[in-house]
């Protein structure tokens, strides 16, 4: 008899709401859930494939353990029991001879385990994401928005597209990437909002933008300060939120680089005490702000945004201070249309097209993405470049139509969960003294090439043990020629892998997990759209083959054997019900049975129930140090950047950065755009995908092509001075003269139904392109956009 089973794709970040039609135990229909609130029953590609993925042949089913050499293809079949034990054993024994830092835990992106994954590192004693993509994926916006707003959000997640007036969709392709966004910004072009797209590569939701940018990979700041500069030269900015609510109208102290306090005007004020001070145009004189207080030091200060003011300082002597919205303003003046075209190839008059809509159709949500913010040398720059951009544009802060304060990062991050704060100590990752940013303060993750690098050192520390939990690492890090030699170093002593498949890190591992699909498990996870917020009760639909587990019971079962008052639950279930009581007023007895009956519940203050304007009303505040949105960030300089407020800098491998590197290679190359079918290195082996896109391709400006007379569909190497990777070539219109663009996906894997290969690990993986030196000062982001390649036709 069939039943409908209503459930949730982890397939990518979206977690579209699914109904499995189920019958005699076998998937016989995919449906998308109309009601799921989030993505109101559309679905893509990639869920229908659930039944093709539950009965793949090439599953695995049971713990495995190596027999032969690393890599040698030899295994035994052990019980769960045998590999939980044998890996609880060696982190106890790597603790014990090395320290806790010495074991590494690695996540992939987006499969609803960060929280467990946080406690389990807590557990070992190193609270934190031990080694996860992170540093090129969502937290450097995290980290920006953090600096900035004192609040973690991601700007692309965290807006109401639908009642925006125009949406710009910058560095990304939500119809692909984001479905739920690319749907809720086609519907406010529908209702007659603008949509304005900034890529270097023309797809999808760009047919239906009112203006195209096409931009150079890696120049994204440049464009934003324009913008910025014309919505000050113009005064388009929101004078009331700039003044009220960030520290624009703070006086700047002209001889050290950093803001004005009151003990530089009065020498008996103290110094540890941190007060700003502003001009007060009520009073014709400073006046003082107290962060602690939230207050001026008197009533009715009215500070000027703009200007220059006469102080006069403690020694006695007159100094002339800009605010920090003039210093900033005086910044941006450089960057004319004509300047800024010049950097980024966009035509000039395209600029001020783009400008004269944006400032002709407010709130307008600038939602930008991976590309534009968090892939290159310039990432945090550039994400503050956008953001303050955005606060220029007078958004709707806390209101319908604008941005959103989203509750889930509180939640992902809380105590409660992660347990951090019942971990004394300070602790140290990989990577510390270059990228402090990353490693300290945001993600408390190792950075990534500092952990190949100290397996093959044991400098700073050794790292002894890497435990994988869906992350393939010669798929998904920069470099992966030197992953590959790290991991078969003897002095790691035990890989494990737990995925769906025998990947090409798994094949190098001592302990092979088998995982489970998520139609077969009920985990799951808050979704980071903030209107609505919900989180969604999953139900197993199918039982997994074999032996196949899910990622909370592995870390589960590890945190239990090593320290088990943290880890009481005996099923997921219960770890979810646990997280419900946690954190949405879910009752002290409420069932699992009544969760899944509710099947998506909000968290406090969501939904109906939900406060607008909470900064207002004193619900949160900006935990910055001033307690305001700080347009001019002294944090910035103390992470190792150049200024205190956004600046552009030239991608460091670039025509302009590297004029010999250009000669030799002389395409700037974009790496990483999303393909319909795939989800990062996923799904090449899965029929209904791969038919979508057979072939590694690159894609590249027809002109260009002419010129090296290469033709649509002929096998080319695309090389950089780091490797080179095999790819059709796709010459079309769609990308910029002069740049190349090569889509995610690594083609690991052979598909057996449509007989098309598997590239070698190393074969079509864009990985190899790029630099594993971050570049990026604060947070070690990796150029994946904007370094240099060159693509010639292939011999073999
Ligand atoms: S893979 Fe497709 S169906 Fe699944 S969550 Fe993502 S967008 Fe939704």
Excluded at 571 to 599: C, I, N, Q
Aim: glycine fraction near 6%; aromatic fraction near 10%; include cysteine.
């Amino acid at each position: 008899m069939k039943k409908k089973v209503r459930t949730m794709c982890h397939d990518c970040h979206t977690k579209c709401g699914v109904v499995l039609v189920v019958e005699d135990g076998e998937i016989v229909g995919v449906e998308g859930d109309p009601n799921h609130p989030i993505s109101e029953g559309m679905l893509c590609t990639k869920a229908y494939s659930a039944k093709e993925i539950h009965e793949h042949s090439d599953r695995l089913k049971y713990p495995l353990r190596r027999t032969g050499e690393r890599g040698e293809g030899k295994w035994e079949r052990i019980t769960w029991d045998e590999a939980l034990d044998a890996i609880a054993e060696k982190m106890r024994q790597i603790i014990e001879d090395c320290g806790p830092e010495s074991v590494v835990t690695a996540q992939g992106t987006g499969r609803a385990c960060n929280a467990w994954h946080y406690r389990l590192q807590s557990s070992i004693g190193v609270p934190g994401f031990s080694l996860a993509p992170t540093h090129v994926c969502l937290l450097p916006n995290l980290a920006q928005t953090h600096v900035t707003w004192g609040r973690m959000f991601h700007p692309h997640e965290a807006c109401d597209y639908r009642r925006a007036k125009c949406n710009v969709s910058w560095g990304s392709n939500p119809i692909r990437s984001r479905q739920h966004s690319g749907l809720r910004m086609l519907d406010s072009k529908r209702d007659g909002g603008k949509l304005i797209v900034v890529d270097p590569v023309f797809r999808d939701i760009a047919s239906k933008a009112d203006v195209f940018l096409q931009i150079r990979p890696g120049t994204d700041s440049a464009l934003a300060l324009c913008l910025s500069n014309l919505v000050i030269q113009n005064k388009e900015y929101g004078e009331e939120l700039l003044t009220e609510w960030t520290n624009a109208p703070f006086l700047v102290n002209p001889d050290e680089d950093r803001l004005l306090r009151d003990f530089d005007l009065d020498a008996s004020a103290d110094e540890a005490a941190d007060h700003y001070v502003v001009w007060d145009t009520a009073s014709n004189d400073v006046a003082v702000w107290r962060p602690e207080t939230k207050s001026y030091d008197r009533e009715n200060v009215r500070p000027a945004l703009e200007g220059s003011f006469a102080v006069t300082m403690a020694d006695g002597s007159q100094r002339t201070c800009r605010t920090a919205f003039q210093e900033y303003a005086d910044y941006l003046r450089e960057f004319t249309p004509e300047f800024t075209a010049k950097i980024t190839w966009i035509p000039e008059e395209r600029i001020r097209e783009a400008y004269d809509i944006i400032v002709s159709n407010k709130p307008c949500i600038l939602s930008p993405y991976l590309g534009a913010c968090m892939m290159s040398s310039n990432a945090l720059q550039s994400g503050r470049a956008i953001t303050i951009l955005q606060i220029l544009l007078d958004p709707p802060v806390d209101l319908p139509g604008g941005i959103f304060f989203n509750p889930i990062w509180d939640v992902t991050f809380d105590p409660k969960i992660t347990m951090a704060d019942q971990v004394p100590g300070n602790h140290l990752r990989l990577g510390y003294d270059k990228y402090p940013m990353y490693t300290q303060v945001y993600a408390s993750s190792n950075w990534p090439a500092s952990v190949w690098e100290a397996i093959e050192t044991e400098k700073p520390w050794p790292v002894k043990g890497i435990f994988c939990v869906a992350t393939d690492l010669l798929g998904c890090y920069e470099d992966p020629q030197r992953i590959r030699e790290a991991l078969l170093n003897d002095n790691l002593e035990m890989l494990t892998v737990m995925d769906y498949w025998m990947t090409p890190t798994a094949q190098l591992a001592d302990i092979v997990l088998p995982a489970a699909h998520w139609s077969e498990r009920d985990m799951g996870d808050e979704e980071v759209i903030p209107d609505p917020c919900i989180v969604t009760i999953p139900q197993i639909a199918v039982d997994p083959p074999g032996e196949a587990k899910d990622d909370w019971f592995f870390w589960r079962e590890v945190g239990k054997r090593l320290k088990p008052e943290w880890w009481p639950w005996d099923s997921t279930e219960e770890m979810y019900l646990e997280r419900l009581k946690w954190f949405y007023d879910w009752p002290e007895d409420g069932t699992w049975e009544e969760a899944v009956e509710r099947a998506y519940i909000q968290p406090k203050n969501a939904g109906e129930s939900r406060i607008y304007e909470q900064h207002k009303k004193g619900l949160i505040e900006f935990k910055t140090a001033s307690k305001k949105i700080e347009i001019y960030s002294e944090a910035m300089p103390v992470y190792g950047y150049n200024a205190p407020y956004p600046t552009y800098a030239e991608p460091e491998e670039g025509p302009v950065s590297t004029p010999e590197v250009y000669q030799e290679y002389p395409f700037v190359l974009t790496t990483g755009c999303r393909d319909y079918p795939f989800y990062h290195s996923a799904w090449t082996n899965i029929a209904r995908q791969r038919v979508l896109e057979p072939w590694p391709y690159v894609e590249m400006n027809d002109l260009d092509a002419r010129e090296l007379q290469i033709s649509e569909g002929e096998w080319v190497y695309v090389e950089s001075p780091r490797g080179r990777m095999k790819a059709k070539a796709r010459p079309s219109k769609a990308v910029l003269k002069g740049v190349l663009s090569l889509p995610r996906q690594n083609y690991k894997d052979e598909c057996k139904e449509l007989n098309l290969p598997g590239f070698d690990w190393d074969q079509a993986n864009p990985n190899v392109l790029i630099p594993a030196d971050g570049s990026d000062p604060g947070f070690g982001c990796t150029p994946m956009r904007g370094t240099l390649a060159r693509v010639v036709k292939a011999t073999v």
